[in-house]
């Protein structure tokens, strides 16, 4: 039984630059969250989505935007990248049923924007 | 709104130790759910238990055990006899049940512990 998988495990990119990160979630989940985690930090919710919408935000710009594909896989987009874009995102699935779920969490995908 | 303090940020340890991770949490909400995952030098968070608001038994498992306190608003995680591969950094989240903020995870800062052979 497959876990999370992310990609591309490691990314360069450039002020200013997009990048796009893929998410698959764990077989039977529906859902799927990112979080950022910079550098000694706890991680921080960007999104979550549900049956292909944003079902929830935390406090991230438009710059960062996202979309869940009929397979439930995810992609997250970063435009107009900044230094302080440089982090460690992870993504996150879970089954939304009836009780709020545990969120299993993927490897990664470290991104250094320079 | 929600928050998850860590207050410890380092622990040095000696392999056969007993340490215990300190988390306390704040929330408005009657129902909510708190977390501990753990997160070895690879990155990933590795889920280790989760407890539900209305259910305040303690829990042991193997070597791990949670202390669930909701006079306190705290959730402490005790690792009896540490190991060296028990060297991680550790992370408390909690996450609402309704509202806003469903589905949401609220981190604390984590608490890197290492355990020294």
């Known amino acids: 039984d497959a876990g999370v998988t992310q990609s591309p495990t490691h990314l360069i990119k450039t002020r200013g630059q997009q990048v796009t990160l893929r998410c698959s979630p764990k077989s039977g989940h529906d859902t799927v969250s990112w979080y950022q985690q910079a550098l000694g930090q706890g991680p921080q919710f960007i999104f979550q989505y549900y049956e292909e919408e944003e079902r929830q935000r935390g406090n991230f710009p438009d710059r960062f935007s996202g979309h869940q594909f009929p397979n439930y896989s995810s992609e997250l987009n970063v435009n107009a990248l900044l230094l302080g874009d440089s982090a460690l995102y992870l993504c996150?699935?879970?089954?939304?049923?009836?009780?709020?779920?545990?969120?299993?969490f993927g490897p990664g995908t470290r991104l250094l924007v320079l | 709104a929600q928050k998850v303090t860590q207050a410890q940020t380092e622990i040095s340890v000696v392999e056969k130790e007993d340490v215990t991770l300190d988390c306390v949490y704040e929330t408005r909400d009657t129902t909510y759910y708190l977390f501990w995952y753990k997160q070895p030098p690879s990155g990933e968070l590795v889920f280790l238990i989760r407890?539900?608001?209305?259910?305040?038994q303690n829990e042991i498992s193997g070597r791990y055990s949670w202390n669930f306190q909701k006079s306190t608003s705290s959730f402490n995680f005790t690792i009896t006899a540490s190991q060296v591969v028990d060297s991680a950094v550790y992370f408390c989240?909690?996450?609402?049940?309704?509202?806003?903020?469903?589905?949401?995870?609220?981190f604390g800062q984590g608490t890197i512990l290492t355990v020294h052979p």
């Open positions: 407890r539900n608001s209305f259910d305040e």
């Open positions: 989240a909690l996450s609402e049940a309704g509202g806003t903020s469903y589905g949401k995870l609220t």
């Open positions: 996150a699935s879970s089954f939304t049923g009836s009780a709020q779920e545990t969120q299993y």
